[in-house]
């Protein structure tokens, strides 16, 4: 078989984005081409010259929390009096709903990143006289609230190109037709910062418009005046941010404040007036997510124990299991067990779940065959939250796990989405310059692995807290040597062993020296 060279390389990675249209922020579509937006950038302008009161509803994750600060962002910046409500996972639930709408005093409700699936709230908004806007981006259930107007991408009638956006993108979108019909002078650039983490964070599609927004965005990320990114910068010890400190490091930071206690600590660290009050409530929230990380790894044991590897899909349950966590849960167990996984939390005669899949699994349709036994269900492709009475829980594992089995799942290893075997002598600075044109990396256009076989293991090391990565120096044939990174290795690995390996590549900067550095995906052979 042929081993692949650089220019092998760039094509497969150019042929990723063949057919995307969206290629520059010049080229992104209208935001008139978005159902209904213009009918609610008409109805806030005249909330806006009649001082009528605005409410901003958002959501407790990254994306929503990102979408508040967005949209009140922008009031504050044209003195636009308005107020904001994240509602509190553990006290209000999810989403506009009646309890929310009890502490409301509105004319103009706007949901952003929630909303569409709102019928009830709807329907008391109307009764009371309130005229709701609902920004989403989550599927629409067939029956829709009877909202004054609903923008969202995946509506059967919109016409905007692009319905794999994230709320954050939906109510950016609303922002440019606010300023359009308000005739106002607005850099709307400012956001991509923010929105370049909400897409990623939210796990979009990084192909055209999501790929066009977040390779900019994380640009003005890394020179941001926005203090609370100063303060990550500065916490963090950190230089330049990529798409993998956005998943691993600034979204589990924005996330864990919902998760554990409340949003609002996120979304005042985001709209912190100077890098002084950034870092004092950065330094709240990092302590919030290290309470996550215990609370999620005591969780994880309990779960392993209670996994049955012979189910088509994970179905666990607990009393009283820490409900902001239960989705990192479902996460890890996937992707230890490359099978989806649904973990609920129950609480008296309710359980709430989180769920999460693998390649090719459209988590949210198997659980919508299900509906006749839920209280209420959402989400996406990927990822879903479910909401049933603990007595039909038995009942839905085995129907979900009945379902599935119609599915081809066949056990998915690194080596099937590797671009095949490359030479040693092929791993240098101008193969990294080739991989950072085509990122950022992420959903639907993953970090390419590569495969390199008969590496003679020259050094061992044990790294982490427990020693659970190991850090390992190889040698070609030809006596050239890489280094590399295996995190979780459960693997026996010893000075001589010969290697078959699966890698993407990073760079590693050591005292400002870079160097190609590879990250083990998986062992093939050991000889």
């Given at each position: 078989m042929t081993k692949l060279n650089k220019e092998s390389i760039r094509e497969l990675l150019k042929k990723r984005f063949e057919n995307d249209c969206h290629t520059k922020l010049s080229l992104i579509p209208s935001p008139f081409l978005f159902k209904d937006i213009k009918k609610a950038a008409l109805r806030i302008k005249a909330a806006i010259q009649n001082s009528e009161k605005i409410t901003i509803v958002g959501d407790y994750d990254v994306d929503g929390v990102v979408s508040s600060v967005i949209l009140s962002e922008f009031f504050d910046d044209f003195g636009i009096k308005h107020s904001v409500e994240i509602p509190n996972r553990f006290s209000d639930g999810y989403g506009l709903n009646p309890q929310i709408l009890d502490r409301?005093?509105?004319?103009?409700?706007?949901?952003?990143?929630?909303?569409?699936?709102?019928?009830?709230?709807?329907?008391?908004?109307?009764?009371?006289?309130?005229?709701?806007?609902?920004?989403?981006?989550?599927?629409?259930?067939?029956?829709?609230?009877?909202?004054?107007?609903?923008?969202?991408?995946?509506?059967?009638?919109?016409?905007?190109?692009?319905?794999?956006?994230?709320?954050?993108?939906?109510?950016?979108?609303?922002?440019?037709?606010?300023?359009?019909?308000?005739?106002?002078?607005?850099?709307?650039?400012?956001?991509?910062?923010?929105?370049?983490?909400?897409?990623?964070?939210?796990?979009?599609?990084?192909?055209?418009i999501n790929r066009t927004m977040v390779k900019s965005g994380l640009r003005l990320l890394n020179y941001s005046n926005r203090p609370a990114f100063a303060a990550i910068r500065e916490a963090f010890k950190k230089e330049h941010f990529d798409s993998e400190d956005v998943s691993f490091l600034i979204s589990p930071l924005l996330n864990s404040s919902g998760r554990m206690e409340d949003a609002l600590f996120s979304y005042g660290f985001l709209k912190s007036s100077s890098k002084r009050e950034a870092l004092a409530r950065l330094e709240e929230i990092i302590g919030i997510n290290e309470r996550r990380k215990e609370e999620e790894k005591a969780l994880l044991e309990i779960s392993l124990k209670l996994v049955n590897e012979d189910d088509n899909i994970i179905v666990i349950w607990g009393e009283e299991w820490h409900e902001g966590v239960v989705g990192i849960v479902a996460s890890r167990l996937t992707k230890r067990f490359k099978k989806p996984s649904i973990v609920f939390s129950l609480k008296g005669n309710y359980a709430k779940g989180s769920a999460r899949s693998i390649t090719g699994v459209d988590i949210l349709s198997l659980i919508t065959e299900q509906s006749d036994l839920l209280l209420g269900f959402g989400g996406h492709f990927g990822a879903a939250g479910v909401l049933i009475l603990k007595d039909n829980m038995e009942i839905f594992k085995k129907q979900i796990n009945e379902s599935i089995k119609n599915l081809c799942l066949k056990e998915h290893t690194a080596l099937d989405d590797s671009f095949g075997e490359i030479e040693p002598e092929a791993i240098d600075f101008e193969l990294l310059?080739?991989?950072?044109?085509?990122?950022?990396?992420?959903?639907?256009?993953?970090?390419?692995?590569?495969?390199?076989?008969?590496?003679?293991?020259?050094?061992?090391?044990?790294?982490?807290?427990?020693?659970?990565?190991?850090?390992?120096?190889?040698?070609?044939?030809?006596?050239?040597?890489?280094?590399?990174?295996?995190?979780?290795?459960?693997?026996?690995?010893?000075?001589?062993?010969?290697?078959?390996?699966?890698?993407?590549?990073?760079?590693?900067?050591?005292?400002?020296?870079?160097?190609?550095?590879?990250?083990?995906?998986?062992?093939?052979?050991?000889?």
């Open positions: 409301i005093q509105a004319d103009v409700i706007i949901t952003v990143d929630n909303g569409i699936s709102s019928v009830e709230a709807a329907q008391i908004c109307k009764e009371r006289g309130i005229d709701l806007i609902i920004t989403d981006h989550h599927t629409p259930p067939v029956l829709l609230p009877d909202a004054y107007a609903i923008v969202n991408p995946k509506q059967k009638d919109c016409e905007f190109p692009n319905s794999d956006i994230c709320g954050a993108q939906v109510a950016w979108y609303l922002v440019a037709a606010i300023k359009e019909v308000c005739g106002y002078e607005y850099e709307l650039s400012k956001f991509l910062d923010m929105l370049s983490i909400a897409i990623v964070a939210d796990m979009m599609d990084l192909k055209d310059d080739i991989l950072e044109d085509y990122g950022p990396y992420g959903q639907k256009n993953p970090k390419p692995l590569f495969t390199l076989k008969n590496m003679t293991v020259k050094v061992v090391k044990s790294v982490g807290k427990d020693g659970r990565h190991k850090k390992l120096i190889l040698r070609s044939n030809d006596n050239r040597h890489i280094e590399s990174l295996f995190f979780n290795c459960s693997q026996d690995i010893k000075k001589g062993d010969i290697v078959d390996i699966v890698f993407s590549i990073s760079k590693n900067n050591f005292r400002g020296l870079i160097t190609p550095q590879l990250m083990i995906k998986e062992i093939l052979e050991i000889r």
